[in-house]
């Protein structure tokens, strides 16, 4: 016969008083600005992410392809004078 190793009925006691401590009006006080933060933290997982940064070589590696440098030009200034 196995023994128990803890107090299962003080653990159900602690489980239903728990929920009820959430009731309380200065808990939801509390409880309210962590929820906005999770909330914000997962509509920020589900915007849609930039396309991948393809200038480096590491990426010309990984895909096993020819690195090719990006083309970008200086931009020109006009010589008025």
């Known amino acids: 016969m196995s023994r128990r190793r803890s107090n299962h009925r003080l653990k159900n006691a602690m489980f239903l008083a728990a929920f009820a401590s959430l009731r309380s009006p200065g808990v939801q006080d ?4 962590q929820t906005r933060r999770r909330q914000e933290t997962q509509r920020r997982a589900h915007l849609p992410r930039p396309p991948p940064d393809r200038s480096h070589p590491g990426h010309a590696l990984r895909e096993q392809q ?4 990006p083309t970008t030009t200086a931009p020109q200034l006009n010589k008025a004078a």
């Open 30 to 33: 509390l409880l309210r600005p």
């Open 66 to 69: 020819p690195y090719r440098p």
